[in-house]
């Protein structure tokens, strides 16, 4: 696969950007994981240390997204970007955005004095979980998001040509920008606040990054083996609204117990059980295009695409559903049960979401046909085993939690600590097979394409 316009090489910029965010958040979540041992283990305080963790997953996968995005839209469109130097002041205005608020976040946790509150608001972490990020850094990033969009929007007006990959895609990204809104202002009721805040934390996750997710998956597919557009477009709409039917009432499961009215027990309940049926028809139709694929040059993207659509599947539906439903809910919300569904499901659905576009797109922005995969191959199995230890080792510690404080009524610290030395230090020895895999990945990324491809002669045949 080569690329079409030349401007489709600004996506790399993006890439790049994520792939250092990448690695600064899973060093940050390995000092977190030894932290649950050794509370004083790092300058920083443990709350700090989740802030900058968190953040710079979601970030990480924003600007990966951003990227993405930025090959897909010219290619769809048929026609150069709108504007180059354009998306190279957005990329710069959200490095620029990102890198101070970080630095910020690092200052609040070395001097907490320093967050002094400006005009009625904090300038340096806002304390509102996920969404810390001061309000000059909020408008920093709207500003970033509307020059992004925009330039997405006129480059397909520039041609008129629509596609249902493209217009799903600029969908859930608008979708996405109009979903950071309520994360921007605050009530005096916390029921009300926490009302609109899971509109950004849940609507994201289980609404706009799914749709995205799907719009992307089916370009992979086309791309990587050639499967028929038609096909896969009437499959990506049932899709998305599959996933637009049952992530935005779903959200009535983060309802529960934060004081709203009853019936969100059942709108809640109902329709997070229907959460996991959109990702098995994305399952099903990754294995139905793929099962006939003969001729595969990129194996990387393939196994990446596949493994994304699974995973996404287990983590995001499966390990949602087993303890989303108001019965079960009662007693595990806020337990390590949570913990293990939100690292399966950003690493299913999310990461490797970015990484197979990256493995889909990368080779033809750096014009080669074909490179070496074992890289790709061995970072995927370092980062999904230590993954799946990890969320079996958090969701062990979670049981353990929810039987002994909920049933039992223990307190809090004799409970951690009578599941933190064996379930923490496993976390932590895996957190670091996770990095390992990162490390190759970060290496294979930097260096794909600019290596020769290793030829395997055959042997001789004996007379």
């Not at 934390?201 to 557009?229: D, N, P, T, Y």
């Not at 995973?311 to 337990?335: D, E, K, M, S, Y």
């Not at 197979?356 to 370092?382: C, H, N």
């Not at 996770?434 to 794909?448: A, E, Q, S, T």
Request: with cysteine.
């Amino acid at each position: 696969m080569t690329i079409k316009h030349e401007s489709q090489k600004i996506a790399q910029n993006f890439y790049t950007f994520a792939v250092i965010l990448f690695l600064v958040q899973i060093v940050v979540g390995i000092i977190a994981a030894l932290q649950f041992i050794w509370p004083d283990f790092f300058i920083l305080n443990f709350n700090t240390i989740k802030t900058l963790h968190i953040n710079a997953l979601i970030v990480w996968l924003l600007t990966g997204l951003m990227g993405a995005t930025y090959y897909v839209i010219p290619e769809e469109s048929e026609t150069e970007l709108w504007s180059v130097p354009l998306a190279r002041l957005q990329f710069w205005a959200t490095v620029v955005a990102i890198t101070a608020v970080v630095l910020g976040y690092i200052w609040a946790g070395l001097n907490p004095q320093a967050n002094k509150l400006v005009f009625g608001t904090l300038m340096l972490n806002e304390g509102r979980k996920y969404i810390e990020a001061p309000r000059w850094a909020d408008n920093l990033i709207v500003i970033s998001v509307l020059l992004f969009l925009f330039n997405c929007f006129m480059t397909v007006l520039k041609t008129k040509k629509w596609t249902g990959i493209q217009g799903v895609l600029l969908g859930g990204l608008t979708f996405l920008a109009l979903m950071y809104i309520p994360g921007m202002f605050y009530t005096k009721s916390m029921v009300k606040d926490q009302f609109w805040w899971w509109w950004v934390v849940h609507l994201w996750v289980e609404g706009a990054w799914e749709i995205i997710a799907g719009a992307l998956l089916a370009f992979m597919l086309m791309k990587v083996i050639g499967a028929k557009r038609e096909v896969l477009e009437k499959w990506m709409y049932i899709e998305v609204g599959l996933v637009m039917f049952t992530g935005i009432l779903g959200t009535g499961h983060h309802y529960y117990w934060i004081g709203t009215p009853a019936y969100w027990l059942w709108i809640g309940g109902i329709f997070s059980s229907l959460e996991p049926i959109p990702l098995l028809v994305m399952v099903w139709d990754a294995f139905r295009t793929t099962r006939e694929a003969r001729a595969v040059t990129n194996k990387a993207g393939l196994y990446y695409t596949v493994a994304h659509a699974i995973f996404n599947f287990v983590g995001a539906g499966l390990w949602g559903v087993i303890h989303t439903l108001p019965q079960v809910n009662r007693w595990t919300h806020g337990t390590q049960i949570t913990t293990a569904h939100g690292h399966l499901a950003f690493y299913g659905a999310y990461v490797l979401l970015v990484m197979s576009m990256i493995y889909v797109t990368l080779p033809a922005i750096r014009g080669v046909k074909e490179f070496d995969p074992s890289r790709a191959f061995q970072a995927f199995w370092w980062m999904t085993i230590s993954m799946i230890f990890i969320v079996l080792t958090t969701t062990g510690a979670g049981m353990v939690q929810t039987y002994m404080e909920r049933l039992m009524g223990l307190d809090y610290v004799t409970v951690k600590a009578s599941y933190n030395l064996w379930f923490w230090i496993v976390r932590a020895i895996f957190g670091v097979g996770f990095l390992i895999g990162v490390l190759i990945f970060v290496v294979d990324y930097f260096k794909l394409g600019k290596e020769p491809v290793r030829v395997i002669k055959a042997a001789p045949e004996r007379a």
